[in-house]
């Protein structure tokens, strides 16, 4: 099925700043040139809502913007939507075409019932309306890897709509507090994946790969009520955690499996909503948040340079950190919408409205999907905050890396250390290994029970902090051996002599008479001298508090 | 053997008076005999041959797969035939060999069937003539008919005969051609808004278009979907039934066929006439209409009341916006359907290599007709997005009309429409092709299409020659799937009528057996 065709030009590629407004732009982020106007947009959008723009022309004018999404999540199912296909990423180019996948002609569409599982299973923790009856339409135009030359969508009556997403923002001057925001879900709906194009300009042909041809897609329209990149890349993530709980969809925007176009305008507030422009194609978090600060700023600097903003579909050069238009979304587009004459209504019913004697095979029911649904992100850290009294952002951190939550929960299970202590090891200490060197959690050389254990011979006071520190950091490098052999080979642990330690402070006392002279004459400072000196003297395995006990009661007597 | 019905020659089969290679080298020799028909675009020799192999090997040892077995069929050529080239006359197909088989293909083969060839038809089933497809029209065999040449020559005087050639109807009218000269005992067709009956009034066959849903689509190359129905082209009433039967239910590849169990298709002779109501819809009688079709009409009309059914006349009042309607929901779909056309999976593709789009559009330029092309071309204005509600939505408001209308009727007690096929009987190829395409298929589907709006099951059944000596036939409506009752109705009226059998001796003298039959010809109705 592989076929070679002419090859397309490459979007955005031979772009030319031209046909938006009039007068000169002299010194605008254009693609070839700086991306100061990026960086400045990302600053003064990235924190807040409005956005004072930096080079006012009349006076200070305030710009509001105004940012809707729409996400492509790809459902995790074993064949595609409308096609018996397996469904597999890493399968040799058009390995799994069926002829209904490759368009030939006499083929009909047959609808996955795991697929529309998938959606009402996103509807439902979306708080959606499920509709009961949703129809399939076709949106055509002509692409290589778009054999039928329509794809098969819900345009007039998806199947789920009027949900919310809420999800949560840093703000503050520390950006240390959270808040909760929401954006409405305007509605879900079913539709075929594209097949995917690939370019080859050296011999000036393009590839297609059908494998992803007809996979199935979650489209999730959100309502234009996020104001800058970060919102929206916090709802993209928080509507990631969800599919990823409900199984939906493994929604990785780096393989692709979640693709994010927004919506962009800015206005005046109290005026009437801008011309909004079509970012397409953000595959990733960080460039989500960029693409849309960027293109906010472009469009603050073209009103207030008295150009005008065209609505057009842009697309992110990442490397050059700009929107640019795409060229072949030029002009204008019609997609001919038209009903899908081969796919009769889809019913759904719920307990009330199933049809007596029907086989569970052939229908939905909508009440059955929602029992099953899993414990959702924001309720699993609500326990969290509850359980563990953690803060609210720790228990956003703890969810933001796969497998870490597990792996806390591991920890808090064997350990009798306090969950404070154990999420503060976990998000600074754990977290921060992984980090640096690059790791999943589940590439951890440390596991769960050997922190666990470590947490338990600090909470025992059988080791200082900073020797904790110490056993977490040759655990980490030299795997199979417990703290408690680590702590006896380095002999790291605390002294429980308690006689050993009173003659240290005195010979430490007797040795500094200058020290103690200053601490009688009421230098608080001094006592933490000698504090040190005794430490050294015990290769830090003393605890401070401890010493300092000793200490005083030595020198009041 | 040639002559006789499906199920004739199935107990003939069954009997062992012929072998289905026997049966199936009198067909291909015919087929080849009938070849200046043009009803075939692929004969396929082969494949029939080793069918009719293994079907003699069956009967031998006595697992016959049942009536179908060994029997030669035909397929209209939008039907998918795994190894077999499928055209749909049309540049844009030639060459294509689809990996698969249709549903209604694959149940005729699982029967035993053999398949001798697939028929020809207007470019991708667009056109009421059979005359708009590459590989040239199909010549209606009525008019090698000894019926038809005696008439032309009492009335005519030196005219070369051979240029005056009938055309059979269409879109299927290879299919009907091939069941009228005897080289299959049955055909596919396709009926989407008329397709498959009007052929077969034009051609003295029966032709049925099944419910809407009953009969399964996958692997029929589209024409409209929510009107297309595969149709099927018979000698006989009975015969219809049995292929139908065969046809019949659900497949899990036709997401619009239903989920019912269909019971098997036996069409019991209709005995006790007093319960039948018979509608004859006004409407139905337009200026257009021929006098000696009109005549026919009432005729059957006055058969079924004195034989003691009631016979009323009812209004479909929407009848005369289908062809406008259908105009609109036609081109809009064909646009669609033909939008995956694109030369770059398979089919015709052009040598440009400019652009992607370039490509496309000469590839689109070369493999499509006029016909295609303008109905993609109103297709798409009437889906742009200025268009869409001023047509398309309301030409599906209109479409739903119509089907009410046929509901009003049915709910008030009527079993069954009775209705002319088509204006008159077939013309000549030189007076058809006076007007185009698009005129010609308004004209000839005014009786067929509003059945297909609505999804019902309706059956052509021929009923007497014109005085020209060429077949009329007449059209049955009945409710939806209740395809039994309206094949019970037209079986009736078949036996009653007894229509002639088309006498082709002049042009296969040498097949005698073609006329073993010819005792039925001549007789008229009473």
């Known amino acids: 099925m592989a076929t070679t065709i002419l090859r397309w030009c490459c979007p955005g590629r031979r772009w030319v700043f031209a046909g938006i407004g009039g007068g000169s732009r002299h010194g605008r982020g254009v693609p070839t040139g700086s991306t100061s106007s990026g960086k400045r947009g990302q600053r003064s959008v990235a924190q807040q809502p409005l956005i004072t723009a930096q080079k006012p022309r009349k006076g200070e004018r305030e710009w509001a913007a105004v940012v809707g999404l729409e996400i492509h999540a790809q459902i995790a199912s074993n064949s595609k939507l409308f096609s018996g296909s397996q469904v597999d990423f890493a399968a040799p180019p058009n390995s799994l075409v069926s002829f209904f996948d490759a368009s030939l002609p006499g083929t009909l569409p047959v609808l996955n019932r795991r697929c529309v599982e998938a959606a009402v299973m996103a509807g439902l923790a979306l708080d959606c309306h499920i509709n009961r009856r949703s129809l399939f339409d076709r949106k055509h135009y002509f692409y290589a890897d778009l054999p039928a030359g329509y794809q098969i969508t819900q345009q007039r009556l998806p199947i789920a709509v009027n949900g919310s997403l809420a999800y949560s923002v840093c703000v503050g001057k520390r950006r240390s507090q959270m808040v909760t925001r929401t954006a409405g879900v305007k509605q879900i709906q079913l539709e075929q994946d594209s097949g995917k194009s690939l370019h080859d300009s050296l011999q000036s042909q393009t590839l297609i790969d059908l494998n992803r041809a007809g996979v199935g897609l979650l489209e999730v329209v ?336 | 053997m040639l002559g006789r019905t ?186 989407t808004g008329g397709s498959t009956r009007n052929p077969a009034a034009h051609c003295g066959v029966v032709g049925l278009k099944p419910s809407y849903g009953l009969v399964s689509r996958h692997g029929l190359i589209p024409l409209v979907n929510s009107m297309d129905v595969p149709g099927i082209l018979t000698r006989c009433v009975d015969d219809a039934a049995i292929v139908l039967g065969i046809l019949a239910g659900h497949d899990p590849k036709d997401s619009t066929t239903i989920q019912d169990p269909v019971k098997p298709f036996t069409v019991p002779s209709l005995t006790d006439m007093s319960k039948l109501c018979i509608g004859i819809p006004k409407e139905y009688l337009t200026p257009e209409l021929s006098s000696e079709v009109q005549s026919l009409w009432s005729k059957a009309a006055n058969l079924f009341e004195s034989e003691g059914a009631k016979v009323i006349e009812v209004s479909l009042p929407h009848t005369s916006y289908s062809i406008v309607c259908y105009h609109v929901l036609c081109t809009s779909e064909v646009a669609s359907n033909m939008a995956r056309f694109d030369g770059l999976e398979y089919g015709h593709r052009c040598d440009i290599d400019v652009s992607t789009e370039a490509m496309y559009a000469a590839t689109r330029r070369e493999g499509f007709n006029d016909v295609v092309r303008g109905r993609i071309l109103s297709g798409n204005f009437f889906l742009l997005k200025e268009n869409y509600e001023n047509y398309f939505v309301k030409a599906q408001k209109v479409r739903r009309l119509i089907a009410r209308d046929f509901v009003n009727v049915f709910n008030s007690g009527v079993d069954v429409l009775l209705t002319p096929t088509t204006l008159s009987e077939a013309v000549p190829h030189t007076e058809f092709i006076r007007e185009d395409n698009r005129t010609r298929s308004a004209q000839d589907d005014l009786f067929t299409q509003a059945v297909n709006m609505a999804g019902l099951p309706a059956v052509s059944v021929p009923m007497a020659l014109s005085s020209q000596g060429l077949p009329i036939g007449l059209q049955f409506i009945g409710r939806a799937f209740c395809d039994q009752q309206l094949l019970t109705v037209a079986k009736w009226f078949e036996k009653q009528v007894q229509f002639p059998v088309i006498q082709l001796q002049e042009l296969m003298d040498d097949c005698s057996s073609v006329f073993e039959n010819e005792k039925l010809a001549s007789v008229f109705l009473k």
């Not at chain 1, 006689?499 to 009421?522: F, I, M, N, W, Y």
């Not at chain 2, 844009?92 to 249709?102: F, I, Q």
């Open chain 2, 6 to 191: 499906l199920r004739e020659v199935s107990a003939a089969l069954k009997q062992g008076q012929v072998t289905p290679t026997e049966l199936c080298q009198r067909c291909l020799s015919l087929i080849k005999k009938t070849k200046f028909l043009n009803a075939y675009i692929t004969v396929s020799e082969e494949v029939a041959l080793k069918q009719a192999e293994e079907s003699e090997k069956r009967y031998k040892k006595g697992h016959s797969l049942g009536d179908l077995d060994g029997i030669p069929v035909a397929v209209k050529d939008n039907f998918s035939t795994a190894g077999i080239e499928t055209t749909c006359a049309s540049n844009m197909l030639k060459g294509y060999v689809p990996p698969y088989n249709a549903t209604v293909v694959q149940k005729l083969l699982d029967q035993g069937a053999l398949l001798m060839g697939k028929t020809n038809l207007d470019e991708f089933a667009m056109g009421s003539g059979s005359t708009d497809g590459i590989f040239g029209p199909v010549k209606n065999p009525w008019s090698y008919s000894k019926q038809y040449r005696e008439k032309r020559k009492q009335k005519s005087h030196g005219e070369n005969e051979d240029s005056n050639w009938l055309i059979t109807g269409g879109s299927s009218g290879g299919s009907a051609a091939a069941v009228s000269a005897f080289t299959c005992f049955a055909a596919l067709g396709s009926d």
């Open chain 1, 222 to 557: 959100l309502e234009p009520d996020m104001s800058c990149g970060e919102e929206a890349a916090a709802a993209v993530r928080e509507l990631q955690l969800i599919l990823q709980a409900l199984g939906t969809s493994q929604a990785n925007m780096a393989e692709g499996q979640l693709r994010v176009d927004a919506n962009i305008s800015v206005h005046n507030p109290g005026e009437p909503l801008g011309i909004r422009t079509e970012v397409k194609n953000l595959n990733s978090a960080r460039f989500l948040a960029k693409a849309i600060d960027y293109e906010i700023q472009r469009q603050i600097n073209e009103l207030e340079n008295g150009g005008k903003i065209l609505n057009e579909t842009r697309s992110f050069d990442y490397k050059l950190g700009c929107t640019v238009p795409m060229r072949d979304k030029e002009g204008k587009q019609d997609y001919r919408f038209m009903p899908e004459p081969n796919l009769p209504p889809l019913l759904l019913y719920d307990s009330e409205s199933l049809p007596t004697g029907t086989d569970p095979q052939q229908v939905i029911n909508i009440d059955r999907l929602r029992e099953q649904l899993p414990e959702l992100p924001r309720v699993t850290r609500e326990k969290l905050v509850q359980q563990y009294g953690m803060l609210p952002e720790h228990s956003f951190a703890l969810m933001n890396e796969v497998g870490l939550l597990e792996f806390f929960q591991n920890v808090i299970k064997e350990t009798r250390a306090e969950p404070k202590k154990v999420t503060s090891w976990v998000l600074n200490t754990f977290l921060g290994f992984l980090k640096q060197e690059n790791l999943a959690v589940s590439e951890s050389p440390v596991t769960p029970s050997a922190l666990a254990e470590l947490l338990d011979l600090l909470d025992r006071k059988a080791i200082s902090s900073s020797a904790a520190k110490q056993v977490f950091r040759e655990l980490w490098r030299s795997k199979g051996k417990t703290p408690a052999q680590m702590v006896a080979e380095k002999k790291l642990e605390l002294m429980q002599d308690t006689e050993a330690l009173e003659q240290l402070c005195r010979s430490t006392l007797e040795a500094h008479p200058q020290v103690v002279t200053d601490v009688k004459k009421g230098n608080p400072r001094a006592i933490n001298k000698l504090i040190g000196l005794v430490r050294r003297a015990t290769l830090s395995r003393a605890d401070p508090t401890v010493i300092k006990e000793v200490l005083e009661r030595q020198l009041s007597s």
